[in-house]
């Protein structure tokens, strides 16, 4: 039993070993991938619910990476927020998509942004700036950010926000409805939109259906009594667009309208 214990202690340093080593890799990976720009800007349209007209597009990041293909957020992100990388990778999304927007007339383009990076202290000014070099209209711009940007500190969020909006730059609110949301606060931020996270739409349909059509019935109420209006995301079934219409919800995003692409879509109505 004894020797068994050894062995099967030895094979768990070897997993560990092994994860810390694949971790590592993928550090040096993300390191060299932002010293050759190997990030590419998916676009997926954002539309109005009653007759599906594009009205602008959510800029998602890939990874190129040589070996494994395109990687979506999910496998590297989390380790580009620990390592503090993911701030250089969403300025090279950024350059991107501020390069299409001076090339292309196709509505907004939202981007996302960690709390932490949003929260520190030139993200406005750098941003602008960088529009601005590339030629790129500010009004065409929008800025995601989840309710943990707004609550980390609250003084400096709105500052933010109050610069960006100034200059043109609005602010959306994502995956709403899934944190800890501080109601009484929300009133007091510039927001352009909520967006209704996917979480709720999924449970429109289902067992789960009058459950979720409360919570977006709440979010409709909440976004109406702040004048602003919603986004619902993960739209991917006409029955879910059909619901939401009925619940007030103007604009919709998911795989029913389309999937992320390297393509814009004309601000016209999808068939
Ligand atoms: P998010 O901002 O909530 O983005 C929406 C996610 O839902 C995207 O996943 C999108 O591909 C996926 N999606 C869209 N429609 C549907 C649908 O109908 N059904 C389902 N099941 N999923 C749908 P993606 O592209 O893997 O991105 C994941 C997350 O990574 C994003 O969540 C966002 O938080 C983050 N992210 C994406 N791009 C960037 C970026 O440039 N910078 C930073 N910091 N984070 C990013
Ligand atoms: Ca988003
Ligand atoms: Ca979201
Ligand atoms: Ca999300």
């Given at each position: 039993a004894k020797a068994n214990g050894r062995n099967s202690c030895a094979v768990f340093d070897e997993v560990m070993r092994e994860e810390a080593m694949r971790i590592l890799d993928l550090e040096a990976d993300l390191r060299r991938a932002i010293n050759s720009d190997d990030f590419v800007a998916y676009y997926q349209p954002i539309v109005r619910l009653s007759d599906r007209r594009v009205i602008g597009h959510e800029a998602l990041l890939?990874?190129?990476?040589?070996?494994?293909?395109?990687?979506?957020?999910?496998?590297?992100i989390g380790l580009g927020e620990d390592s503090g990388l993911i701030e250089e990778v969403d300025w090279l999304m950024y350059a991107q998509v501020a390069k299409r927007l001076a090339r292309e007339d196709f509505g907004y383009i939202s981007v996302n942004v960690s709390p932490?990076?949003?929260?520190?202290?030139?993200?406005?000014?750098?941003?602008?700036?960088?529009l601005d070099e590339a030629g790129a209209n500010p009004h065409?711009?929008?800025?995601?950010i989840t309710e943990g940007a707004l609550l980390d500190d609250t003084a400096r969020a709105l500052r933010m926000l109050r610069t960006l909006r100034s200059n043109g730059v609005l602010v959306q609110l994502d995956d709403f409805g899934t944190g800890f949301s501080a109601l009484s606060y929300l009133h007091r931020f510039p927001l352009e939109c909520l967006k209704i996270d996917r979480s709720f739409v999924a449970g429109l349909v289902g067992d789960t259906r009058p459950e979720s059509m409360a919570v977006v019935r709440a979010i409709?109420?909440?976004?109406?009594?702040?004048?602003?209006?919603?986004?619902?995301?993960?739209?991917?079934?006409?029955?879910?667009?059909?619901?939401?219409?009925?619940?007030?919800?103007?604009?919709?995003?998911?795989?029913?309208?389309?999937?992320?692409?390297?393509?814009?879509?004309?601000?016209?109505?999808l068939r």
């Open positions: 890939r990874w190129r990476h040589e070996r494994r293909g395109l990687l979506a957020p999910g496998e590297f932490r990076h949003f929260l520190s202290p030139d993200f406005a000014d750098r941003l602008l700036r960088l065409r711009l929008r800025i995601e409709q109420a909440l976004a109406g009594s702040l004048g602003i209006h919603t986004i619902a995301e993960g739209v991917e079934s006409e029955a879910q667009r059909i619901i939401l219409r009925e619940l007030g919800c103007q604009h919709g995003q998911g795989y029913l309208f389309g999937h992320p692409t390297e393509q814009l879509l004309p601000m016209a109505s």
